[in-house]
T-cell receptor, first 112, second 113 residues
Framework: DQQVKQNSPSLSVQEGRISILNCDYT??????FLWYKKYPAEGPTFLISISSIKDKNEDGRFTVFLNKSAKHLSLHIVPSQPGDSAVYFC???????????FGAGTRLTVKP | DAGITQSPRHKVTETGTPVTLRCHQT?????MYWYRQDPGHGLRLIHY???????DKGEVSDGYSVSRSKTEDFLLTLESATSSQTSVYFC????????????FGPGTRLLVL
C-alpha cells in the first residue's frame, strides 16, 4: 500500500519556464513533507521541506505548497534550469518518526 | 566529501548466497539507515540504527538483518539472497534523526541471479 504517490513518472519543460511536480498522500497522520533530488549514480539529496502547520515554504527558486484537505503537495521550480534535470522524490513522515515514506519519483528534464 | 561510503558499489551474486553490504561514515553521526530503491516504489526503509547496538525495523525488513558494533559502521546482511532483493541499496546518516538531515551515500547496486 503506497501511502505517497507521484503519478507523473516524467516531466519535460523548457529552460526558464516553471516546473511543477505533484505528490499525493493517503495517510492523514503525516505531518512533515520533504522533497529530495537525485542525480544518476548518486544518493538523494534533501531539497526542501514543509510541516503541516504551513501551506507554503520557499527557498530560492524552489517553493513547496501543501494542501492538507486534498492531501496534496507540489514543488514549483522557477525558473527551471538544465541543472535541475534529475529525479525528484516526495517523502512524508510523522514528526520525529524515523520511517519516511517516499513516492516513486518524477524524472524532470529541463531542455535548453 | 567522503563523509559516507558504501561498499561494494556493485555486486552480482547467486540466489541462496549470503551477502553483506557495508556503510561507513566519518561524521560520528548517531543515526544510520538502510534503504532500498526499486522502480515504481521510490525508497523504502529496511532498518535503521539510533546508536551502537541499537537498531529497529523499517517498512521492508523481512529477509534482512543489520548490525552496528561501532559508530562508524552499519552492516546490512541478506542471509540468503533472493531475486526479489535485486535492488539499489542506499545508506544514510543523520546527526539528529530529523528527516531533512539525512545524508545519503552513493548506493550499492545488487543483482541476485
Amino acid at each position: 500500500d503506497q501511502q505517497v504517490k507521484q503519478n507523473s513518472p516524467s516531466l519535460s519543460v523548457q529552460e526558464g519556464r516553471i516546473s511543477i511536480l505533484n505528490c499525493d498522500y493517503t495517510n492523514s497522520m503525516f505531518d512533515y513533507f520533504l522533497w529530495y533530488k537525485k542525480y544518476p549514480a548518486e544518493g538523494p539529496t534533501f531539497l526542501i521541506s514543509i510541516s503541516s502547520i504551513k501551506d507554503k515554504n520557499e527557498d530560492g527558486r524552489f517553493t513547496v505548497f501543501l494542501n492538507k484537505s486534498a492531501k496534496h503537495l507540489s514543488l514549483h521550480i522557477v525558473p527551471s534550469q538544465p541543472g535541475d534535470s534529475a529525479v525528484y522524490f516526495c517523502a512524508a513522515s510523522v514528526y520525529n518518526n524515523n520511517d519516511m515514506r517516499f513516492g516513486a519519483g518524477t524524472r524532470l528534464t529541463v531542455k535548453p | 566529501d567522503a563523509g559516507i561510503t558504501q561498499s561494494p558499489r556493485h555486486k552480482v551474486t547467486e540466489t541462496g548466497t549470503p551477502v553483506t553490504l557495508r556503510c561507513h561514515q566519518t561524521e560520528n553521526h548517531r543515526y544510520m539507515y538502510w534503504y532500498r530503491q526499486d522502480p515504481g516504489h521510490g525508497l523504502r526503509l529496511i532498518h535503521y540504527s539510533y546508536g551502537v547496538k541499537d537498531t529497529d525495523k523499517g517498512e521492508v525488513s523481512d529477509g534482512y538483518s543489520v548490525s552496528r558494533s561501532k559508530t562508524e559502521d552499519f552492516l546490512l546482511t541478506l542471509e540468503s539472497a533472493t531475486s526479489s532483493q535485486t535492488s539499489v541499496y542506499f545508506c544514510a546518516i543523520s546527526e539528529s534523526g530529523r528527516p531533512e538531515t539525512q545524508y545519503f551515500g552513493p548506493g550499492t547496486r545488487l543483482l541476485v541471479l
